[in-house]
């Protein structure tokens, strides 16, 4: 019999969701919360009870009951940092997505509704690879300031979930591989994954690494530590610099790489100009990840949105192809990903983790 699978994948604005038999996709619906609506609640987790009902209606909509399905999946929120797999929705971590122990953010909502709703049809709930996976190695997480250790939050969902379609698609296994993967969208994340684990990757929460269309990426530290010192700014106003008004934001006024290929394809010099850096910081950064694999990278993975641009194909064959052959996976599945990660466990591939 085929698994049925209810996923739902909660935005600031919005809740993804989608029904699946097995891997194949029934349906889904982006449910679109006005903001005014959100306006209402004081916490996140105040609006559990307006989206549960929103999903309900859904379900109801599309003729599907509840008792049908098999299993629940949330996306996983801003928990503590764990390695990366499936996990049960236990006490635990239920309390520490309503507590919001590394902040409060729409996605902590997913395993609180999985769970809520799993338990009134009497069905187990799931997350899968949040973006707080942590598999730095301890060489990895030293910054040179004891006070800062590096962190890891990264596209931890689309990150895994395109390893792991690759190695299927070899025959291999995803443990057996050395892997730079590079998710390119409103953020960049750039990860050396060794034998199943992302043992080194950037935090594009805080816009460490490449600077992205939103991100300014790792910027001279004391000329940062200067303007947050100078007066003329709030610590609000710094960090949303660093993190929505950075990258192409700051330099061309837009967060659409789209408009930025468009402008480049017509000769605009700044627009070249930022295009050129950015690809050119990607690659450093896929260089980098290259030496943490000693050298021994079985394949490089392109894929977010900005990976639909034959370009960025083109750019980074010529920059990077001497390292590993490269193969792109445009775009990100994240419902799909979340029930594989369900659909792993509940066929014996693999056990839940507890958190």
């Not at 409060?104 to 709930?125: K, T």
């Not at 730079?180 to 969208?185: D, P, S």
Request: net charge negative; charged share 25%.
């Amino acid at each position: 019999m085929p698994i049925k699978t209810f996923v739902i994948n909660p935005g600031s604005t919005s809740t993804k969701v989608g029904v699946f038999e097995d891997e194949t996709l029934l349906f889904e619906e982006t449910l679109r919360h006005p903001t005014e609506e959100i306006a209402k609640y004081a916490t996140v987790i105040d609006q559990k009870d307006f989206r549960k009902g929103i999903l309900m209606d859904f379900l109801k909509e599309k003729g599907c009951d509840p008792k049908s399905l098999d299993v629940i999946v949330g996306r996983g929120g801003l928990l503590k940092p764990i390695p990366g797999g499936t996990y049960t929705v236990s006490d635990a971590l239920l309390a520490d997505l309503k507590a919001g122990v590394q902040g409060q953010h729409a996605s902590n909502l997913g395993g609180i509704l999985a769970r809520e709703i799993g338990d009134e049809v009497g069905i187990p709930s799931y997350i899968v690879d949040p973006v707080v996976v942590d598999e730095l190695t301890d060489t990895a997480r030293l910054s040179g300031m004891p006070e800062l250790p590096r962190r890891s939050i990264f596209h931890a969902l689309n990150q895994k979930a395109v390893a792991r379609r690759y190695a299927k698609e070899t025959g291999k296994r995803y443990e057996d591989l050395n892997l730079i993967v590079i998710h390119m969208g409103g953020g960049v994340s750039v990860g050396a994954h060794q034998n199943g684990k992302v043992v080194d990757v950037n935090n594009i929460l805080d816009g460490e690494g490449c600077f992205s269309p939103e991100r300014s990426g790792t910027v001279p530290v004391g000329d940062l530590v200067k303007m947050c010192f100078s007066g003329k700014y709030t610590q609000q106003e710094i960090y949303k610099k660093i993190c929505g008004n950075g990258g192409f934001n700051a330099y061309l006024g837009t967060n659409d790489a789209r408009v930025v290929e468009k402008l480049a394809k017509e000769k605009d010099p700044k627009a070249l100009l930022v295009q050129d850096a950015f690809y050119y910081q990607i690659a450093k950064d896929a260089g980098a990840m290259a030496a943490v694999l000693d050298g021994k990278v079985d394949q490089i993975i392109l894929t977010g949105g900005i990976a639909y641009n034959p370009y960025t194909r083109e750019i980074l064959q010529k920059k990077l192809g001497f390292i590993a052959p490269i193969t792109v996976y445009p775009g990100e599945d994240e419902l799909l990903a979340l029930c594989q990660g369900a659909l792993r466990v509940l066929k014996g591939e693999e056990e839940a983790k507890a958190y």
